[in-house]
């Protein structure tokens, strides 16, 4: 059985790490490399900076901060926002991220996925999946940082991105982030069994059962939370502790 993974996300504008409640009411939760070097001493099994603003801004991602984060750790390292080209993950694999994830522009071309794939292997390729639920449409896909709707389906985009080569599934349910209410169960089970790459579930983490929740009931692969962790509300070895007592394999 696979070990299932914890991981922090820090959402990083302007330098700092920020939260919000459903992609909104932006606040500051700390310094990115701080909050960094304080995972991979708790036990995080990988973290993942997401520059929220970059696309909206059309810029790159800070490949400067990457790598300041980068000289202080030692677990694996995802990075995403503002990745348009083969030449912006270059960048940032020789700034020390060891996988990149790409949303909006995987969703504007497609073929970069692939692209990416061939270039750096497809365990290098996380593609990122912001989806929202509404009775019109049910569970669509979202661009630009949840700001656009877009006509996928959530399933059926996850399916296709994984047929061009991406290694992993980062799936957030815009309904459910900062609320603390649980993980998406219904949508993250469906993109679990539709697809046959690791999937994170994201979006909604409040307590240390909604993780072995996402794990049992929705078949994830790996959590991820941002607030929770940042304002210190649950520490990830109390987490990891509790999560092998449910009979979840994970590393402690």
């Not at 209410?181 to 469906?190: C, E, Q, R, S, V």
């Not at 790459?197 to 240390?208: D, E, F, N, Q, R």
């Not at 939370?225 to 987490?239: T, V, Y």
Request: aromatic share 6%; glycine share 8%; hydrophobic share 45%.
């Amino acid at each position: 059985m696979l070990t299932k993974r914890i991981i922090p996300c820090l959402d990083i504008k302007n330098g700092r790490t920020v939260k919000g409640v459903r992609f909104e009411n932006i606040r500051d939760a700390g310094d990115p490399v701080e909050l960094a070097k304080w995972y991979a001493e708790q036990g995080a099994d990988e973290l993942v900076f997401l520059d929220i603003t970059a696309t909206n801004e059309e810029r790159k991602t800070f490949a400067e901060l990457v790598r300041d984060i980068a000289r202080h750790i030692d677990i694996p390292f995802t990075v995403g926002g503002g990745i348009s080209a083969v030449a912006d993950v270059e960048v940032l694999l020789q700034a020390g991220a060891d996988k990149v994830s790409i949303n909006s522009a995987a969703i504007r071309n497609p073929q970069l996925v692939e692209d990416l794939a061939k270039r750096f292997g497809s365990q290098c390729v996380t593609v990122a999946i912001d989806t929202k639920y509404t009775e019109a449409t049910g569970w669509k896909v979202y661009a630009r940082a949840g700001t656009v709707e877009t006509e996928h389906a959530t399933v059926d985009w996850a399916k296709k991105v994984v047929e061009l080569g991406a290694g992993e599934i980062l799936l957030t349910s815009m309904n459910n982030d900062g609320t603390k209410a649980g993980f998406a169960l219904d949508i993250t089970k469906a993109v679990s069994e539709a697809v046959s790459v690791p999937v994170i579930a994201s979006g909604g983490a409040g307590t240390k059962e909604h993780f072995a929740d996402a794990f049992q009931e929705a078949q994830a692969d790996a959590a991820l939370a941002a607030s929770l962790f940042h304002f210190r509300e649950l520490d990830i070895p109390d987490l990891k502790t509790y999560l092998k007592t449910e009979g979840i394999v994970v590393r402690i």
